[in-house]
């Protein structure tokens, strides 16, 4: 009986000062690594460049984290990978523990979703306030229209099984691409299982780009995006009195 084929992914955009130490480091525990190059343009192309250990998909110009997610899923289907991990490449998640979120995505559960706030970890970072704040809104605002108990939306390390993907139709392109992810898998009826990571943060003045880096301006962009994926016609044929209900 052959052995499941796993595939992690890293969206990567200008992560010049990280990606090569990121690498070596998630090359330990999973075979078979993709970065998504979003059109970087510090150096960190040249660097990718210049290994043989990994596989890569670049985009020509930056189109946005949830375009190289996306992207990352298309590359998972069309090569025939059963499960895909998702992790970001700014030291934030823990290599090590690539191989517990593949071990559990076990047959019923269709996406493992890392979580900085299920539980504490020794050496826990503190969050930028912003940031947490803005998470725990639109995190308990996710789990009352979509009947989810999600304790953070936002963690990029997720193991995905690849089959489930056909179910989603994502279209958001930029950093709340997370939240149409959760409207269809909610839609879909998909099973989510929430594994704790640690909450590490090595630069708490991170930019989101543009004007992003404005908390409201983010906020609003967040509820515009979570309206819009809430009111696409799939979706809507499968919720009830804003109660998840099987879909049509």
Not at 166 to 180: F, N, R, S, V
């Amino acid at each position: 009986m052959s052995s499941p084929r796993w595939l992690t992914a890293l969206p990567v955009y200008n992560e010049v000062k990280y990606v090569s130490g990121v690498l070596d480091e998630v090359k330990r525990y999973c075979k078979e690594v993709l970065v998504v190059d979003d059109g970087s343009t510090d150096g960190t192309s040249e660097l990718l460049a210049s290994r043989t250990d990994i596989r890569i998909a670049k985009h020509d110009e930056n189109k946005g984290y949830g375009a190289a997610l996306l992207t990352a899923f298309a590359y998972a289907k069309q090569h025939g990978f059963e499960m895909l991990v998702t992790i970001d490449c700014d030291g934030q998640h823990e290599p090590k523990r690539i191989p517990l979120f593949f071990e559990s995505c076990v047959p019923g559960v269709d996406i493992v979703s890392g979580s900085r706030y299920l539980r504490q970890f020794a050496g826990d970072t503190p969050p930028p306030e912003q940031r947490r704040r803005i998470n725990e809104q639109v995190t308990a605002e996710l789990n009352n229209r979509l009947g989810l108990k999600l304790t953070d939306a936002f963690c990029g390390f997720k193991c995905y099984r690849v089959s489930s993907l056909e179910k989603l139709d994502i279209q958001e392109a930029g950093y709340a691409m997370p939240l149409e992810v959760w409207v269809q898998v909610a839609a879909a009826g998909l099973s989510v299982i929430e594994l704790p990571v640690p909450l590490i943060y090595l630069d708490e003045k991170r930019s989101f780009g543009g004007v992003l880096d404005d908390a409201q301006t983010r906020l609003q962009y967040y509820h515009l995006t979570l309206d819009r994926a809430m009111a696409a016609p799939s979706v809507r044929n499968s919720f009830c009195m804003g109660n998840v209900c099987t879909a049509e």
